[in-house]
């Protein structure tokens, strides 16, 4: 019973930390690509609230609570209200199996630093960022607009074709961690990161992850300039924040898949487990953010075409020549 | 090959957009810097003064009339040697769309534009500016320039006894 509760006590504790970590590092994150983005175009991007603009997220979210919440007419009430939280909702639930650190032993107890190690956590994840096409496809049909459901049926198809892709390249990874957990997957690259292993799988990931994540030069379910912002047309105040900080939870929750399974999790030399994990997170978000200001968008249909033609049989390949190898290796 | 150029033309923006991170940003920090406007600039609009110090303005109404968005008016009157002047000048920042035109149309180079840009107030009733914040004691563009040695009707000097000017023409002469 009080074994039980210690267990309860400590997860809680897990949960709180990550999600305050999280939330306020999903914060930062807009204003660090705003200022990099700024900074690629020669601006100096949001520098007037605080020293160098630090205050600016919390004025963000102050500005979009107090706008007016408003319901398109003839839109789908119930389901336009609830998309934005799926979308929030799934990118945080990702963060339950992502370990940042090896267990810590502590007055003679194992806390593994993860709030919960799922077997199949892989799975889970892939789980998850499934269901956070719904957010888009229900949001942006629930609008009663043409430009939400262009960009809802864009980010449909498009997060559904690169899925297999991204599947597809992480399936030597787990050949050669021999498991679907993310903390054995970390184990497995203590020697070299999976990214020297894989190389191709790693830029397979890369691409996949973009476009499953609507990241720029990938982010046609929100073109700007051909459909005004594609799914969340219509939404404001704070539904299009949460689709907003959805979005960013996002870029973190991809860093830190990133990070776990091409970049050896937190494997490192020196720094503490945690500084080295949280820094590769930073890395990858700003390898994303970096991407957004250096590439355009290419066509739907060049899109579509490359996920199908290109990526899927690359990964295919490159799944096939893994397994031969490994089978090689120990026969 | 087309593979390599794609690979090149994926790659190379990576390299500039990295290398434009590293730039200073162009960006002028407005209140903190202040940018020096071209001396034409047409920003606030001022009354100026012959060298002597008298006013320029005669009230001639040509400002008013040319002003596309009506924001100048005046009353006209007249000195006691004839020489008139306007005994209110009213212009309407509110409305002024700094076009410019009013000092293109005055012909004694009384009204002029200034680069002195920084003209917004919280109170709208602020822009409506007087005659007194309107008038300076200076001669703004051109130092040299007086209407009244050049022109005008007998109050400086007699008709035709100004620099550069005829007499009146008589019309009743047979030859010019």
């Known amino acids: 019973m009080n074994d039980l509760l210690i267990s309860l006590i400590l997860i809680l504790v897990k949960l709180g930390l990550i999600f305050g970590v999280v939330l306020s590092m999903a914060a930062y994150l807009v204003l660090a690509e705003r200022k990099i983005l700024g900074?690629?175009?020669?601006?100096?991007?949001?520098?007037?609230?605080?020293?160098?603009?630090?205050?600016?997220?919390?004025?963000?979210?102050?500005?979009?609570?107090?706008?007016?919440?408003?319901?398109?007419?003839?839109?789908?009430?119930?389901?336009?209200?609830?998309?934005?939280?799926?979308?929030?909702?799934?990118?945080?639930?990702?963060?339950?199996?992502?370990?940042?650190?090896?267990?810590?032993?502590?007055?003679?107890?194992?806390?593994?630093?993860?709030?919960?190690?799922?077997?199949?956590?892989?799975?889970?994840?892939?789980?998850?960022?499934?269901?956070?096409?719904?957010?888009?496809?229900?949001?942006?049909?629930?609008?009663?607009?043409?430009?939400?459901?262009?960009?809802?049926?864009?980010?449909?198809?498009?997060?559904?074709?690169?899925?297999?892709?991204?599947?597809?390249?992480?399936?030597?990874?787990?050949?050669?961690?021999?498991?679907?957990?993310?903390?054995?997957?970390?184990?497995?690259?203590?020697?070299?990161?999976?990214?020297?292993?894989?190389?191709?799988?790693?830029?397979?990931?890369?691409?996949?992850?973009?476009?499953?994540?609507?990241?720029?030069?990938?982010?046609?379910?929100?073109?700007?300039?051909?459909?005004?912002?594609?799914?969340h047309t219509e939404y404001s105040g704070m539904r299009f924040g949460l689709f907003f900080v959805g979005e960013y939870i996002n870029l973190i929750v991809i860093g830190a898949m990133t990070t776990v399974f091409f970049l050896g999790g937190w494997n490192g030399p020196f720094l503490p487990p945690v500084v080295w994990f949280v820094g590769k997170v930073l890395f990858v978000a700003f390898l994303f953010i970096w991407a957004r200001g250096s590439m355009p968008r290419p066509r739907y249909d060049q899109l579509l075409r490359f996920g199908w033609k290109v990526l899927i049989p690359l990964a295919l390949l490159n799944v096939v020549i893994t397994g031969a190898i490994r089978l090689a290796m120990n026969g | 090959?087309?593979?390599?150029?794609?690979?090149?033309?994926?790659?190379?923006?990576?390299?500039?957009?990295?290398?434009?991170?590293?730039?200073?940003?162009?960006?002028?920090?407005?209140?903190?810097?202040?940018?020096?406007?071209?001396?034409?600039?047409?920003?606030?609009?001022?009354?100026?003064r012959n060298p002597d110090g008298t006013e320029r303005c005669v009230a001639c109404q040509l400002c008013s009339a040319a002003c596309p968005v009506d924001c100048i008016s005046m009353q006209a009157a007249e000195d006691d040697d004839g020489r008139r002047y306007a005994s209110w000048f009213r212009i309407n920042f509110a409305r002024c769309i700094f076009c410019g035109l009013c000092a293109e149309a005055c012909p004694t180079m009384a009204i002029q534009t200034t680069p002195d840009y920084e003209i917004c107030n919280r109170d709208v009733l602020k822009l409506v500016q007087e005659k007194e914040d309107l008038l300076i004691d200076g001669c703004g563009k051109d130092t040299e320039y007086n209407y009244y040695e050049h022109s005008g009707i007998g109050v400086a000097n007699e008709r035709g006894g100004n620099e550069d000017e005829y007499g009146p023409v008589d019309p009743k002469a047979l030859v010019p």
């Open chain 2, 1 to 48: 090959m087309n593979l390599w150029r794609d690979i090149k033309g994926t790659l190379q923006p990576f390299w500039i957009t990295l290398g434009y991170l590293f730039k200073k940003p162009v960006t002028i920090q407005y209140p903190e810097e202040k940018r020096t406007p071209p001396p034409r600039y047409r920003a606030r609009i001022v009354l100026t």
């Open chain 1, 39 to 231: 900074r690629m175009q020669m601006r100096y991007g949001p520098n007037r609230i605080g020293p160098g603009g630090m205050i600016q997220p919390l004025c963000d979210v102050i500005k979009l609570i107090t706008k007016e919440d408003f319901v398109p007419a003839r839109a789908d009430k119930w389901i336009f209200l609830f998309a934005p939280g799926l979308t929030a909702l799934t990118a945080l639930l990702s963060f339950a199996v992502v370990p940042f650190s090896p267990p810590l032993t502590l007055f003679g107890r194992e806390i593994p630093m993860v709030v919960c190690d799922l077997n199949i956590g892989l799975l889970y994840l892939f789980g998850l960022s499934s269901l956070a096409v719904y957010g888009v496809v229900l949001g942006g049909w629930a609008s009663n607009s043409k430009y939400s459901l262009l960009g809802a049926m864009r980010g449909l198809a498009q997060m559904l074709s690169y899925e297999l892709s991204l599947g597809l390249a992480l399936v030597p990874v787990v050949m050669t961690a021999k498991s679907f957990s993310l903390t054995e997957i970390v184990m497995a690259q203590s020697t070299w990161p999976n990214m020297l292993q894989h190389p191709l799988a790693f830029i397979i990931f890369m691409v996949s992850i973009t476009a499953e994540s609507k990241r720029t030069p990938f982010d046609m379910p929100e073109a700007e300039n051909e459909i005004v912002a594609g799914f």
